[in-house]
């Protein structure tokens, strides 16, 4: 499954929407769905669950997910991250959901309501603003939680999973970027980083720098400022050729192609 690192900022988003679908994709942050009418495919970590009306799907941090949309849709979408209510850090940290989806979770008639207050709190920046969202938060997860059978994680293999993430993240466009390095500075196992990504993100190393580096790519390619070559060298290619080739790999098209279809509108 092909997806890409979010690097999301410290705000928390939180609104209502109609049309879900999101390719696979990851981030350090809680993202939390409530589908109020209709239905959505969700794939958590490869394993597929139907979001139906009524239901709440939880995903904690860096676990690959994407929804693809099978009907009409409204729900209720929150991301946030996880330092919001430090409260629960010992359940993020140590603990992880034996399934991401709570069926019939709208028996708890105190849910909707919580989030509607969310919703609107979110729009404003009040004086106190942050710790009234806090605030809501912390009671929305305490019914949330009361729902969710967990299980223990392994806690090393999530602090490293994060590590190993949050250095790509940061790194990516060096043109030196290889698991020697990640091995070197991070004082892990070269071996064990390359099971890391190929046990749990199911792709290789060299696999995933490439995605983070054609996803930055691609939102250069908008701006008619940069040179196709120009562009290869910011995200850390060491040749036009070896980005073109990549390019490819990933979208399916050039990157010449894709400039051209996102100047008409036609791409997305």
């Known amino acids: 499954m092909k997806f890409f ?21 990851l981030h350090g942050h809680i993202e939390l769905v409530y589908m109020i009418e209709g239905r959505s495919k969700a794939y958590v970590d490869s394993m597929e669950y139907i979001i139906e009306a009524g239901d709440i799907l939880i995903v904690f941090p860096n676990k690959i997910h994407q929804y693809q949309r099978i009907g009409n849709e409204n729900f209720f979408l929150s991301i946030f991250p996880q330092d919001l209510c430090p409260e629960f850090q010992n359940i993020f940290k140590y603990k992880v959901p034996v399934s991401p989806l709570i069926k019939n979770a709208a028996r708890n008639n105190r849910l909707l309501p919580l989030m509607k207050s969310i919703a609107e709190i979110n729009k404003e920046k009040t004086q106190f603003h942050d710790a009234i969202i806090r605030g809501y938060f912390l009671i929305l997860l305490s019914e949330i939680f009361q729902m969710i059978q967990f299980e223990d994680a392994r806690a090393s293999d ?16 060096r043109e030196d970027m290889q698991l020697e390095s990640i091995s070197r500075e991070l004082h892990i196992s070269k071996y064990y980083v390359s099971r890391i990504f190929s046990q749990k993100l199911h792709m290789s190393f060299n696999e995933y720098i490439g995605m983070l580096r054609i996803s930055d790519a691609c939102k250069f390619l908008v701006n008619k400022d940069m040179s196709i ?24 098209m050039a990157p010449r192609q894709y400039r051209q279809l996102q100047s008409f509108g036609n791409f997305e």
């Open 229 to 252: 070559t120009e562009i290869a060298y910011s995200v850390g290619f060491n040749s036009t050729r070896s980005f073109n080739r990549s390019f490819l790999k990933f979208t399916g």
């Open 5 to 25: 690192y979010e690097n999301k900022d410290l705000s928390v988003v939180a609104h209502y929407g109609v049309c879900l679908a999101f390719d696979a994709h």
């Open 158 to 173: 999530t602090d490293t999973v994060k590590s190993i993430l949050n250095y790509c993240a940061k790194n990516y466009t």
